[in-house]
């Protein structure tokens, strides 16, 4: 959760207009795989994936 939190600190902390648009794309895909990791870390937590992998409803 740290991760995320830092990756959201950094995005948050600089101005994207004074950035290069491949460093503001890096930090966003970072941003979004970090996201994606905390998810699947609450899914497995919280048994919301069936055996399958698939969403339970």
């Given amino acids: 959760m740290s991760d995320l ?8 902390a600089e101005d994207p207009l ?5 460093t503001l794309t890096e930090q966003l895909m ?6 994606a990791r905390l998810q699947a870390q609450i899914a ?3 048994h919301l994936r069936t055996v399958t992998g ?3 409803h």
């Fill in 54 to 56: 698939t969403l339970a």
């Fill in 44 to 46: 497995r937590r919280t």
């Fill in 5 to 12: 939190a830092t990756a959201i600190d950094n995005l948050a």
């Fill in 18 to 22: 004074e950035l290069p648009s491949g």
């Fill in 30 to 35: 970072d941003l979004h795989w970090q996201m």
